[in-house]
């Protein structure tokens, strides 16, 4: 028997809560893996707190993310011992999840941990981090370099936000941290950023061109603020977008990409394939400042997942949420 956080849905509505689950009830996978660590991401709060059809297959052990050891496995890459970090593949969603003291997965899933990192630096940097560094490395592919000009960062508090803007300011970038959280500007100040502005100045319609300011675009957000974003972006650059958070339509014209030459780059963490997953998490062995990781980083028990998810979904969540499986 282990201990996992268990959502169900059935005749007699949603229920979230902690439950002893048998071992033999985890679903099929080459890797048997005992989680040090999880996290809340944004998809997993929706999974949580029942506000978006992210689970698909039910009942469901949430988290999407996990790092910790490997048990058992007839995967040849991994061996009883191996310390392993996962992120995405529809785990949480079709596959039960981390935020469980047990979880069977598929060993091509799985990254070898970073000598680096512990398990909970890794959760401290998750799914969130992770796509932070599949953003940088797309504005590294198009050529954008620190003397280009400013970089902004939309949802510059959340966790997606924050360590791009880390990672950005560690690598030399002047960047521009675009929040609702005005009185979080000391806090991304740390990160490295070199401006904070109210996100309220994009989050409204705008013209489909408007006056160019960003050598690049990290955008966590979606809609209006995308939209801007695209159209303050000056001749060339390039615009990263992971998020949603705004929404998922793109109000906005051509007229950037055939006027001005700007790429919108698409970033997917879900199912990116392991030798980028691999080349992400090398450089954010290399480029990420653990001292500043520490400073987005609020650890929580598994029993205080289900309320902190419900902040999250709230808005009050700044940084990371790790999640300490065991004790």
Same mark, same amino acid.
């Given at each position: 028997?282990?201990?996992?956080?268990?959502?169900?849905?059935?005749?007699?509505g949603f229920s979230?809560?902690?439950?002893?689950?048998?071992?033999?009830?985890?679903?099929?996978?080459?890797?048997?893996?005992? =989680?040090?660590? @999880?996290?809340?991401?944004?998809?997993? *709060?929706?999974?949580?707190?029942?506000?978006?059809?992210?689970?698909?297959?039910?009942?469901?052990?949430?988290?999407?993310?996990?790092?910790?050891?490997?048990?058992? +496995?007839?995967?040849?890459?991994?061996?009883?011992?191996?310390?392993?970090?996962?992120?995405?593949?529809?785990?949480?969603?079709?596959?039960?999840?981390?935020?469980a003291e047990r979880?069977?997965?598929?060993?091509?899933?799985?990254?070898?941990?970073?000598?680096?990192?512990?398990? !909970?630096?890794?959760?401290?940097?998750? &799914?969130?981090?992770?796509?932070?560094?599949?953003?940088?490395?797309? #504005?590294?592919?198009?050529?954008?370099? =620190?003397? %280009?000009?400013?970089?902004?960062? &939309?949802?510059?508090?959340?966790?997606?936000?924050?360590?791009?803007?880390?990672?950005?300011?560690?690598?030399?970038?002047?960047?521009?941290?675009? @929040?609702?959280?005005? /009185?979080?500007? %000391?806090?991304?100040?740390?990160?490295?950023?070199?401006?904070?502005? %109210?996100?309220?100045?994009?989050? /409204?319609?705008?013209?489909?061109?408007?006056?160019?300011? $960003?050598?690049?675009?990290?955008?966590?957000?979606?809609?209006? &603020?995308?939209?801007?974003?695209?159209?303050?972006?000056?001749?060339?650059?390039?615009?990263?977008?992971?998020?949603?958070?705004?929404?998922?339509?793109?109000?906005? +014209?051509?007229?950037?990409?055939?006027? !001005?030459?700007?790429? #919108?780059?698409?970033?997917? +963490?879900?199912?990116? =394939?392991?030798?980028?997953?691999?080349?992400? $998490?090398? !450089?954010? /062995?290399?480029?990420? %400042?653990?001292?500043?990781?520490?400073?987005?980083?609020?650890?929580?028990?598994?029993?205080?997942?289900i309320a902190r998810? *419900?902040?999250?979904?709230?808005?009050?969540?700044?940084?990371?949420?790790?999640?300490?499986?065991?004790?």
């Amino acid at each position: 028997m282990f201990k996992a956080l268990l959502l169900e849905k059935g005749e007699g509505g949603f229920s979230a809560g902690l439950a002893q689950i048998d071992e033999s009830r985890l679903p099929a996978g080459d890797v048997l893996v005992a =989680p040090a660590y @999880s996290t809340l991401n944004f998809k997993d *709060g929706l999974a949580i707190t029942n506000r978006g059809p992210v689970v698909r297959s039910w009942p469901m052990v949430p988290g999407i993310d996990g790092a910790g050891t490997v048990l058992e +496995s007839t995967h040849p890459a991994w061996l009883p011992g191996d310390r392993f970090v996962h992120n995405g593949w529809g785990v949480g969603e079709t596959h039960w999840g981390c935020l469980a003291e047990r979880a069977r997965l598929k060993g091509d899933w799985l990254v070898k941990l970073p000598p680096a990192f512990t398990p !909970r630096q890794a959760m401290a940097i998750g &799914t969130a981090g992770y796509t932070a560094m599949l953003c940088v490395l797309a #504005l590294e592919r198009h050529g954008v370099q =620190p003397g %280009d000009g400013e970089v902004l960062v &939309t949802g510059a508090t959340g966790g997606v936000g924050s360590v791009a803007i880390a990672l950005l300011g560690r690598l030399g970038f002047k960047v521009t941290a675009a @929040s609702g959280k005005t /009185a979080e500007a %000391d806090y991304l100040k740390r990160l490295g950023a070199a401006a904070v502005m %109210d996100r309220a100045e994009l989050a /409204a319609a705008g013209k489909p061109l408007q006056k160019e300011r $960003w050598a690049a675009v990290v955008d966590a957000v979606g809609s209006h &603020t995308l939209a801007n974003a695209l159209a303050q972006t000056r001749y060339g650059g390039v615009v990263a977008a992971c998020g949603l958070a705004q929404g998922m339509d793109l109000p906005a +014209s051509v007229a950037p990409f055939i006027l !001005r030459g700007v790429t #919108l780059a698409g970033i997917d +963490s879900v199912m990116a =394939p392991l030798p980028r997953r691999q080349e992400a $998490w090398a !450089r954010l /062995a290399r480029d990420l %400042d653990p001292v500043l990781l520490e400073t987005i980083v609020e650890e929580i028990p598994l029993d205080a997942a289900i309320a902190r998810a *419900g902040d999250l979904m709230q808005g009050k969540v700044r940084g990371r949420l790790v999640v300490r499986i065991a004790g």
